[in-house]
T-cell receptor, first 113, second 117 residues
Framework: GQSLEQPSEVTAVEGAIVQINCTYQ??????LSWYQQHDGGAPTFLSY????GLEETGRFSSFLSRSDSYGYLLLQELQMKDSASYFC??????????????FGKGTHLIIQP | GAVVSQHPSRVICKSGTSVKIECRSL??????MFWYRQFPKQSLMLMAT?????????EQGVEKDKFLINHASLTLSTLTVTSAHPEDSSFYIC?????????????FGPGTRLTVL
């Protein structure tokens, strides 16, 4: 099966940098994804790592270490609009549907002025 | 682009009734769509994978006869919650994978908030 662990809540100050960690256990690994979800909204795709290393997309970066089953999302120059929940996810579920995503429990990011 | 729509956005129904939720990919064809459920302050839980022209694949613990999925075309999947009960009240979200984009990127609909009285 699949399972992912991430902190439930992180607090940071506007303009700062924050890192959200994710560790995972999977029966087959096809990459680690990150999604952002504002309250009441739909998840939106942020980034995807299939190979070890850092992927950078604007203010957001994501890192993966397959040997450690670990990744993180790095958010720089935090803005108030970044207050949201962030989910790491891996491909695969429990029922044999190999393409659906299994999500971590989410990290609620609180940004203070 | 890759836009996914859902209808309705919000529905309130009486216990025992059935509710149908539609998921459409607006600007791409999706041979595979996914249905998730999210309870307040919790994560998204994959319910089933919807395959165009074939039977859906359900996750463990999801009742096939209660959550009927039909993927009749390359742009439409429907989820019917049959004989809904208050414990079925949740946020139901569909997603679709665009074959022209990186494999793990899924595009989510805006969700349907179901309240069963």
């Amino acid at each position: 099966g699949q399972s992912l662990e991430q902190p439930s809540e992180v607090t940071a100050v506007e303009g700062a940098i924050v890192q959200i960690n994710c560790t995972y256990q999977t029966s087959g690994f096809y990459g680690l994804s990150w999604y952002q979800q504002h309250d009441g909204g739909a998840p939106t795709f942020l980034s995807y790592n299939a190979l070890d290393g850092l992927e950078e997309t604007g203010r957001f970066s994501s890192f993966l270490s397959r040997s450690d089953s670990y990744g993180y999302l790095l958010l720089q120059e935090l803005q108030m609009k970044d207050s949201a929940s962030y989910f790491c996810a891996v491909r695969g579920g429990t029922g044999g549907g190999a393409d659906g995503l299994t999500f971590g429990k989410g990290t609620h990011l609180i940004i203070q002025p | 682009g890759a836009v996914v729509s859902q209808h309705p956005s919000r529905v309130i129904c009486k216990s025992g009734t059935s509710v149908k939720i539609e998921c459409r990919s607006l600007d791409f064809q999706a041979t595979t769509m996914f249905w998730y459920r999210q309870f307040p302050k919790q994560s998204l839980m994959l319910m089933a994978t919807s395959n165009e022209g074939s039977k859906a694949t359900y996750e463990q613990g999801v009742e096939k006869d209660k959550f009927l999925i039909n993927h009749a075309s390359l742009t439409l999947s429907t989820l019917t919650v049959t004989s809904a009960h208050p414990e079925d009240s949740s946020f139901y979200i569909c997603s679709a994978r665009n074959r022209q984009r990186i494999y793990n990127e899924q595009f989510f609909g805006p969700g349907t908030r179901l309240t069963v009285l």
